[in-house]
């Protein structure tokens, strides 16, 4: 398990670069409308000279690339699942005397069931927990709801208990130790007050009910 001050300064890192992203996109937009049309012309000064200046301002534009982080995270993330099938085909083989191609396929065709029992699970109240979320993506950070909120997704509701499952188990802990009170506010927002969340990792059976 990654250590949880580690992915506390991740956390608060990915925040910051956020924020810089945001402060880039709006620096490039106002260099935009400043060197375009009449406004160079407003102001006395030429288009290349006012780019000049800005750029003398703020040398070296870096771009943050959450995007491409959060694509090779998703891309390490199915590799890790492929290796692991691989793993289990492996021992399956083993086990069994079946042939490796044998085996892989009844891996993967296990694998797709749960992802279906999972999809089945979810799609049985999607409404509700979406209505959480988009109640919580106007109150949390952009970024850490990107992180931590955005991929979950709703495995069960009781009525008086829901399942949220996430994609790993840092993520089902550093939701429910941070984020618990700000998914019941947002409960109650959108009609229940009542409802308590259960936090589970990807690979966690679910609770009983």
Same mark, same amino acid.
């Given at each position: 398990?990654?250590?949880?001050?580690l992915?506390?300064?991740?956390?608060?890192?990915?925040?910051?670069?956020?924020?810089?992203?945001?402060?880039?996109?709006?620096?490039?937009?106002?260099?935009?409308?400043?060197?375009?049309?009449?406004?160079?012309?407003?102001?006395?000064?030429?288009?290349?000279?006012?780019?000049?200046?800005?750029?003398?301002v703020?040398?070296?534009?870096?771009?943050?690339?959450?995007?491409?982080?959060?694509?090779?995270?998703?891309?390490?993330?199915?590799?890790?699942?492929?290796r692991?099938?691989?793993?289990?085909?492996?021992?399956l083989?083993?086990?069994?005397?079946?042939?490796?191609?044998?085996a892989?396929?009844?891996?993967?065709?296990?694998?797709?069931?749960?992802?279906n029992?999972?999809?089945?699970?979810?799609?049985?109240?999607?409404?509700?927990?979406?209505?959480?979320?988009?109640?919580?993506?106007?109150?949390?950070?952009? +970024?850490?709801f990107?992180?931590?909120?955005?991929?979950?997704?709703?495995?069960?509701?009781?009525?008086?208990?829901?399942?949220?499952?996430?994609?790993?188990?840092?993520?089902?802990?550093w939701?429910?130790?941070? +984020?618990?009170e700000?998914?019941?506010?947002?409960?109650?927002?959108?009609?229940?007050?009542?409802?308590?969340?259960?936090?589970i990792?990807?690979?966690?059976e679910?609770?009983?009910?």
């Open positions: 398990m990654r250590d949880a001050k992915a506390i300064l991740e956390d608060q890192l990915d925040t910051l670069a956020g924020r810089l992203a945001d402060a880039e996109e709006r620096f490039e937009l106002l260099l935009k409308v400043l060197t375009t049309g009449q406004v160079p012309k407003k102001l006395g000064l030429k288009a290349a000279e006012i780019k000049s200046r800005c750029q003398a703020v040398p070296g534009s870096r771009r943050w690339h959450h995007a491409d982080e959060r694509s090779s995270r998703l891309a390490k993330a199915h590799l890790d699942d492929f692991r099938s691989v793993a289990n085909a492996e021992s083989a083993e086990l069994s005397g079946k042939p490796f191609l044998e892989f396929a009844a891996v993967r065709d296990e694998d797709d069931e749960e992802d029992t999972h999809t089945t699970a979810a799609a049985a109240g999607p409404t509700i927990w979406h209505q959480v979320l988009t109640r919580l993506a106007t109150v949390v950070n952009r +970024y850490s990107v992180t931590w909120l955005e991929p979950t997704t709703l495995v069960r509701d009781d009525g008086d208990t829901m399942v949220v499952r996430a994609p790993d188990r840092l993520g089902a802990e939701l429910t130790k941070h +984020y618990t700000v998914v019941s506010a947002a409960l109650a927002a959108v009609g229940r007050p009542e409802t308590s969340v259960t936090f990792a990807n690979d966690d679910q609770p009983d009910s």
